[in-house]
Nanobody, 122 residues
Framework: QVQLVESGGGLVQAGGSLRLSCAAS????????MGWYRQAPGKQRELVAT???????NYADSVKGRFTISRDNVNNTVYLQMYSLKPEDTAVYYC????????????????WGQGTQVTVSS
């Protein structure tokens, strides 16, 4: 079974930094694209950043230049390094993974972590 566990959230002042981690478990599974989403109070969940198994990245315009997504394919861990945090970055951040199960080409599912709270004070 696949499990995603986020960590690293917390309270930080505007301009500060945090690094989020997402540990993906499931030895028989292949983790393809992974990413971070966030949901602020009263708002829709939105994409923050994604990274493919090959390392290609994509960022929301609101975080470009401030956030960096990376991954450790050996340990199936994805990170989100956040710099210059703003109050509008306050949200619950969720880890997401697109998962396959070799050698079964028909298997392809998305999994979500439980989320980690990031709060940025002004």
């Amino acid at each position: 079974q696949v499990q995603l566990v986020e960590s690293g959230g917390g309270l930080v002042q505007a301009g500060g930094s945090l690094r989020l981690s997402c540990a993906a478990s499931g030895s028989i599974f292949r983790f393809n694209a992974m990413g971070w989403y966030r949901q602020a109070p009263g708002k829709q969940r939105e994409l923050v950043a994604t990274i493919t198994s090959g390392g290609s990245t994509n960022y929301a315009d609101s975080v470009k230049g401030r956030f960096t997504i990376s991954r450790d394919n050996v340990n199936n861990t994805v990170y989100l390094q956040m710099y210059s945090l703003k109050p509008e970055d306050t949200a619950v951040y969720y880890c997401n993974a697109d998962v396959s199960r070799p050698p079964f080409y028909a298997y392809n599912r998305e999994y979500w972590g439980q989320g980690t709270q990031v709060t940025v004070s002004s």
